[in-house]
């Protein structure tokens, strides 16, 4: 395979209009899902405090019902399942009378199966050595939240551990569920702590659609062993055709050391934004799947996290823009190579090659997607490209048809990229590099008129680096990329935009780093 590159070649100084539309993500529909607990008046309020007490209450449940659950510990041996549906005028609502004082301990499950318009709220599930905290199948605006969830690890078989899935949606037909400021914390079992999923191969594969995950707390998941240590994995690779339409916003994630992937995407036109990453091991990864949007998000490493990361992805016609990473022990975007085209069939099939069955747990090739307006600072590597040594005999499709514009890197290391070839027909416009190095290397082979070095002031505001008036990246963004309407602080960008993720304005700012106070059960 040859490691062709081509460009598009741009001066820094000449302003092009950028005809392309991309469009990537979730739109706003999953805005909408969940129970709105702001306004709901409960017709009735069952008062409950022992666990016959709550399975009876939930097995008469009707619409418009509070179940009111005392402070206590609740040993369910049974699962506790819910098969009701409310409307949005009037819900079930199952709550804890004192938020986290209601603790689950037993060794079964919540499973809220074909339910409409269910909620959960404000429990302490502490179970011990539990498979699943909660499972939402074939069930649809229902909402788990603000509750505190730390199950214990579960207890080995023979040599493996068994999986802990801990909260899971799925199901046929399951639409605008909502998982909203819980805390998910130290897990040390085998298995995610959020999944989403969806219909069987009978169903043709179908994920669940339009759910959101927002406003959780993550923290000190410790590191696995092998593969399915994921913290959020959206998908498999059986859905990886299809849309899920889901939105993961303003979540914080601390320690999320699992493995590789601390989220992974395995389905198609998905949002993440919003989000903040704080020394994690591993990276937000768009596995297996297409039309993703990734925009806003902070990834810092404080500590000395050696394996922190930022992007990666796979596929087609992702859009990645305003985020900011810092610190990253490894690379801030990785664009990798694959060993397959993109998949459409709704059915989970098998392709022989080379006398081995490969599936769609392949690496789909990355093209057509849009890497701009992002700020790198102090990473080791800030773009890491292609493949090297064995792996690029096996995942030998180059990257292709990928703008890479407008992006602002500041390091403080000898080389400031890693380009290892396979890659081609990139367009390469108005970004911008410096390093505190005297005579770092670029690490990237790209014409000298192709890009801007100098130093491009900045300091830190607001928990991270942002630009000066006086600063080199201020209104010298090219090309008009209209999709990128705000900067990495929710400010609308005006006029002639500024290279990287801050845009310089004094309009209100609506997103910055979060915090403990800013998400999980106690937050407003």
């Not at 990276?283 to 799947?289: E, P, Q, S, V």
């Amino acid at each position: 395979m040859s490691r062709c590159r081509t460009f598009g070649f741009v001066v820094i100084l000449i302003l092009l209009v950028n005809g392309t539309g991309w469009t990537a993500g979730a739109g706003e529909e999953a805005m909408t899902a969940g129970v709105d607990l702001g306004n709901f008046k409960p017709l009735r309020t069952i008062h409950v405090s022992t666990i016959e007490e709550l399975m009876g209450a939930v097995a008469d449940a009707q619409k418009g019902d509070l179940i009111e659950v005392a402070d206590g510990d609740y040993d369910n041996t049974k699962v506790i399942r819910i098969e009701k549906k409310g409307t949005a005028q009037a819900p079930i609502v199952l709550r804890a009378a004192n938020r986290g004082k209601a603790r689950i301990l037993g060794s079964e499950n919540f499973q809220l199966v074909n339910c409409a318009y269910v909620a959960i709220e404000g429990f302490a599930f502490f179970h011990k050595d539990i498979a699943m905290v909660c499972r939402v199948t074939g069930s649809h605006h229902c909402r788990f939240t603000r509750n505190h969830i730390r199950a214990q690890g579960m207890a080995a078989r023979g040599q493996e551990q068994r999986r802990s899935n801990w909260v899971g949606i799925g199901g046929e037909m399951s639409h605008h569920n909502r998982i909203d400021h819980n805390l998910f914390e130290e897990k040390n079992s085998h298995g995610v702590m959020i999944y989403t999923s969806g219909s069987s191969v009978g169903t043709g594969n179908m994920p669940t659609q339009y759910d959101r995950i927002d406003h959780n707390h993550f923290r000190n998941f410790y590191p696995g062993t092998k593969n399915g240590y994921e913290t959020i994995r959206l998908g498999t690779s059986t859905y990886s055709h299809s849309s899920a339409k889901i939105i993961v916003d303003h979540n914080l994630f601390e320690r999320c050391d699992g493995e590789a992937e601390i989220i992974s995407v395995k389905s198609n036109d998905n949002t993440l934004r919003h989000n903040t990453f704080r020394d994690c091991r591993g990276m937000l990864t768009l596995r297996n799947c297409h039309t993703c949007l990734v925009e806003g998000n902070f990834f810092f490493n404080d500590g000395d996290q050696k394996r922190s990361n930022g992007v990666r992805f796979f596929g087609q016609g992702h859009v990645i823009i305003n985020n900011y990473f810092q610190d990253l022990g490894e690379s801030a975007v990785q664009i990798r190579t694959g060993d397959i085209e993109r998949r459409t069939d709704p059915r989970w099939k098998y392709q022989e090659r080379d006398g081995d069955l490969r599936n769609w747990g392949g690496y789909q090739r990355p093209e057509d997607a849009l890497i701009a307006f992002n700020t790198i600072v102090n990473c080791s590597v800030a773009f890491r490209l292609g493949e090297e040594g064995n792996r690029a005999k096996t995942y030998l499709l180059p990257a292709r048809n990928i703008t890479i514009a407008n992006n602002l890197v500041v390091s403080n290391g000898n080389k400031i990229n890693e380009d290892l070839g396979l890659w081609e027909n990139f367009t390469i416009e108005g970004n911008m590099f410096y390093s505190s190095q005297e005579g770092a290397e670029l690490g990237w082979a790209l014409p000298k008129g192709n890009y801007r070095m100098g130093d491009p002031g900045m300091k830190k505001r607001s928990g991270f680096m942002q630009l000066t008036p006086q600063s080199l990246a201020v209104d010298a963004a090219i090309g008009d990329y209209p999709e990128v309407k705000q900067d990495v602080e929710g400010q609308l960008r005006e006029g002639q935009k500024d290279i990287g993720a801050d845009e310089l304005t004094r309009l209100n700012i609506r997103h910055v780093p979060l915090t403990s106070n800013t998400v999980g059960p106690y937050a407003k």
